[in-house]
């Protein structure tokens, strides 16, 4: 049986497959000619990330498929009910990335809080001649410690989020529109660990009350969950972070935050119009940027590989 990973696919996933009889194909297809290949070389499993739709037409067309894999969380580039009424298995693997996204979270807050996104720019060009003015730029730089993290989504990643603030000292607040109470799990060297319960509150108090806001909610059919009007309920000041979905924040309206000081800082690692962002966005000096790379660690990509793996053997040796 093949396996086409459209869009990669770790080489620890690669063998465990491939020991359990499959053949993995990695070429990187076009969407434009996805359905040819998979009907021209008899694909049985589609592996994709985020870069991949598999839409409604694909799935008609191509009746070889059986199983439709996420690497990763978020599956909005999937018509996830339409391939299970005709009897497809659609699989992704939740928990891998969790940690390796949270930590991202914190290299945009770290970079935001320091300046850094600005400094790296200017500090090549100008560095050597006006050391003294850019120190004294960037001189007034805050700690984390102490601060609220307002965390917008509290599933998997939420509470990994919860668990390095918690670990930095910081205040950890939660909105959820489907959680009402969770409890963040700490673990130290020598078996030890903490447990610390967190219960959810409204988004305007958390909006209201936090001095950092991170978003890790799914794509919104009905639009950006952070717009002009939530922004104004924000701390002047605040933060934002979105290592989610692109559109989950209104990019106009995170601009004009940006431009008149409600909101010091933005770190983002989607966009509205992946894989061709706004030159606004990419240009301004208050955003820390990355190129959706959330789940791109080595550590999570071979968890990734393993349980795509793990779950396609299952489902074929159960058939």
Do not use: W
């Not at 000292?169 to 963040?184: Q, S, T």
């Amino acid at each position: 049986m093949k396996i086409l990973a459209n869009d990669g696919l770790n080489q620890a996933g690669v063998d465990a497959l491939q020991q359990n009889g499959f053949e993995v194909i990695t070429d990187k297809v076009s969407q434009d000619n996805l359905i040819n290949y998979i009907n021209e070389n008899n694909v049985t499993v589609l592996l994709v990330r985020s870069a991949t739709q598999v839409t409604k037409e694909v799935i008609d067309s191509c009746s070889s498929i059986k199983i439709i894999g996420r690497g990763g969380v978020g599956m909005d580039n999937i018509e996830v009910e339409y391939a299970k009424s005709k009897g497809i298995f659609v699989i992704n693997t939740p928990a891998a990335s969790s940690g390796s996204v949270a930590e991202l979270v914190f290299s945009h807050l770290f970079s935001g809080v320091r300046f850094l996104q600005d400094s790296n720019r200017k500090m090549p060009v100008s560095g050597n001649t006006e050391f003294a003015k850019l120190k004294k730029a960037y001189e007034k730089g805050i700690e984390l410690r102490g601060k609220t993290i307002g965390i917008v989504g509290i599933g998997r990643i939420g509470q990994e989020v919860a668990k390095i603030a918690f670990g930095l000292g910081m205040n950890v607040k939660a909105a959820d529109a489907f959680i009402e109470n969770v409890e963040i799990k700490l673990d130290f060297p020598n078996n030890q660990s903490v447990s610390i319960p967190v219960k959810t509150e409204p988004l305007e108090n958390v909006l209201n009350e936090s001095d950092f806001v991170t978003l890790h909610v799914p794509a919104q059919k009905g639009g950006a969950l952070l717009g002009k009007e939530e922004f104004a309920k924000m701390k002047d000041g605040v933060a934002v972070v979105n290592c989610a979905r692109g559109g989950v924040i209104d990019e106009v309206a995170l601009i004009e935050a940006l431009n008149s000081g409600k909101v010091a800082f933005a770190g983002l690692d989607v966009f509205v119009n992946e894989p061709t962002p706004s030159s606004e966005i990419l240009s301004h000096p208050k955003i820390s940027l990355t190129p959706h790379i959330g789940a791109a660690t080595e550590e999570a990509q071979e968890r990734i590989g393993t349980e795509l793996a793990a779950q396609i053997t299952s489902i074929f040796q159960n058939a």
